[in-house]
């Protein structure tokens, strides 16, 4: 299936930082990737899909862009709740998963 | 509203088979895929396969293919997903998710719904 690359794995920052995110595909996805958050011991959650159209109900200090191999996900001022892992997933092709960004407070 | 609610914990011999079980309410569930994810402790989500609860199709990931078979109840909307042989690597927490849409296109799809998550420990 089809290969995504997340960078980087782990990131510290503080509360008002602004967070970027990088996912990479192995092929062309044109803008089918979806971004989720997961908190330590629950499911993960959608924040953005298609690329860049958020979720009904999260915050507009997320962001995502990008199309067919590089996409980002942004946190514009990062709040104390966003403390969490990021996973991006395409939907080109069947399902796969970014290996996750641990952010983690500075 | 939609829900997916997974069985409890398991605890496995290595060899051992485990059956975890996945109940929808709040949709009709025949009109959406249900995928089956892994978790092992502090790694990455990991997609197994999925069910089209309709036909009973599936399609499995290739490292899984020969040990996971997806099933379903269309009678009480419950899916299942079996992995046998299991070892110790195969400690994780296993989730369903609903593979819902967000366009009319083939590929506009999205996990809109989650279970809790069954973790399954594998240990001698």
């Known amino acids: 299936d089809i290969q995504m690359t997340q960078s980087p794995s782990s990131l510290s920052a503080s509360v008002g930082d602004r967070v970027t995110i990088t996912c990479r595909a192995r092929?062309?996805?044109?803008?089918?990737l979806n971004w989720y958050q997961q908190r330590p011991g629950k499911a993960p959650k959608l924040l953005i899909y298609?690329?860049?159209s958020l979720q009904s109900g999260i915050p507009s200090r997320f962001s995502g862009s990008g199309s067919g191999t590089d996409f980002t996900l942004t946190i514009s001022s990062l709040q104390p709740e966003d403390f969490a892992t990021y996973f991006c997933?395409?939907?080109?092709?069947?399902?796969?998963f970014g290996g996750g960004t641990k952010v983690e407070i500075k | 509203q939609v829900q997916l609610v997974q069985s409890g914990a398991e605890v496995k011999k290595p060899g051992a088979s485990v059956k975890v079980s996945c109940r929808a309410s709040?949709?009709?569930?025949?009109?959406?895929?249900i995928h089956w994810v892994r978790q092992a402790p502090g790694q990455g989500l990991e997609w197994m396969g999925w069910?089209?609860?309709?036909?009973?199709?599936?399609k499995y990931e290739q490292k899984f293919q020969d040990r996971v078979t997806l099933t379903r109840d269309t009678s009480i909307s419950t899916a299942y997903m079996e992995l046998t042989g299991l070892r110790s690597d195969d400690t994780a927490v296993f989730y369903c998710?609903?593979?819902?849409?967000?366009?009319?296109?083939?590929?506009?799809?999205?996990?809109?719904?989650w279970g809790q998550g069954t973790p399954v420990t594998v240990s001698s």
């Open positions: 998710a609903r593979y819902g849409k967000y366009g009319s296109g083939w590929s506009e799809k999205i996990f809109d719904s």
């Open positions: 709040g949709y009709t569930f025949t009109d959406y895929y």
């Open positions: 069910i089209n609860p309709n036909t009973g199709g599936t």
């Open positions: 092929q062309s996805i044109i803008t089918y």
């Open positions: 298609g690329a860049s």
């Open positions: 997933q395409q939907s080109y092709s069947t399902a796969s």
